[in-house]
């Protein structure tokens, strides 16, 4: 059994991701293939393992043991009904979206977060993906879901330290790495968005794919609330924090393409990655901030 893990992130197009899957479920499962996606891992598959590493408390140990035990049934499970690959799709493993704010900063205890991961999915797991997206863009959505969910406007002050916060993806990716010991594949928001069948493609290369999957129908999201209570196409930052966080951005990806050649950057067809100008108009998985697909109050931060 393959088990290939997608950590999102957040206001990469996941949702629409997961979306896709669930539409395509039933063509998948006949090519061998089993997705969870939130409707599994917040229903209590995955309780204990996603929280913040410093508030793990011992009822959540306790939990997370349970968890692993369910968890590795249900792959053998899956397995001994014929299935090759499972496809785990879940973002608030890496973190959630309140704490980035808070710190400021991209993802700050994500290897403790998923070192608690790795230590289930670690004798099935076979490969470990993640998208990135330019600074400006992902910083201004964050910031949009905050407001929506009653978060004062970013003061000049704070969105200064976000544009010149030295945390960004490489050190993500770092330890994504180092939790799992598995070099992640790795997509640009830019150039892989909506593009959902090549990506289930570049994440399971062996899959054999048969026409007839489809678009996924959209569930309703808070797209809607975002563009009346802020606008279409919400942008904070100044027209200079955005060329300084898309110049450092673009710098990134070469020294990653260059630098690292073991990391898979997939990029593909479309306009150069960073080189968008302004926000889409209209933002992709908006429902994933909403946190309620079956999540459990208990257990997430």
Not at 19 to 33: C, D, E, P
Not at 72 to 87: A, K, N, P, S, V
Not at 127 to 143: F, H, P, T
Request: proline share 4%; hydrophobic share 40%.
């Amino acid at each position: 059994m393959d088990v290939i893990l997608h950590l999102g992130v957040h206001r990469t197009a996941t949702t629409s991701f997961q979306n896709w899957m669930l539409a395509n479920s039933g063509i998948l499962s006949r090519q061998g293939v089993a997705f969870w996606g939130p409707e599994r891992t917040r229903a209590g598959l995955f309780s204990g393992l996603i929280k913040r590493a410093d508030l793990v408390s011992a009822q959540d140990i306790l939990s997370a043991r349970r968890s692993t035990t369910r968890i590795r049934m249900e792959i053998d499970r899956i397995e001994d009904q014929g299935f090759h690959t499972l496809i785990i799709s879940e973002e608030n493993l890496i973190g959630s979206i309140p704490h980035c704010l808070s710190y400021g900063m991209l993802y700050p205890d994500a290897r403790g977060r998923l070192e608690r991961v790795a230590m289930v999915l670690g004798p099935h797991l076979t490969g470990v993906a993640m998208g990135i997206r330019r600074y400006d863009a992902w910083w201004a959505s964050m910031l949009a879901v905050e407001r929506v969910r009653g978060g004062e406007a970013a003061t000049p002050q704070r969105l200064r330290m976000l544009a010149q916060n030295g945390r960004g993806w490489p050190c993500v990716i770092d330890a994504v790495e180092g939790a799992f010991g598995v070099r992640p594949q790795v997509w640009t928001h830019e150039a892989m968005a909506g593009r959902h069948e090549i990506l289930l493609r570049r994440l399971a290369p062996k899959l054999s794919l048969t026409p007839g999957l489809t678009v996924a129908v959209e569930r309703a999201n808070a797209a809607a609330a975002v563009q009346g209570q802020l606008g279409r196409g919400y942008m904070p930052f100044s027209i200079m924090q955005r060329g300084q966080m898309t110049a450092r951005y673009q710098a990134e990806l070469e020294t990653l393409r260059r630098g690292r050649r073991d990391l898979a950057i997939m990029e593909t067809g479309g306009a150069a990655p960073g080189g968008y100008s302004a926000m889409p108009l209209t933002e992709e998985g908006w429902v994933d901030d909403q946190q309620n697909r079956g999540r459990q109050a208990s257990g997430m931060g």
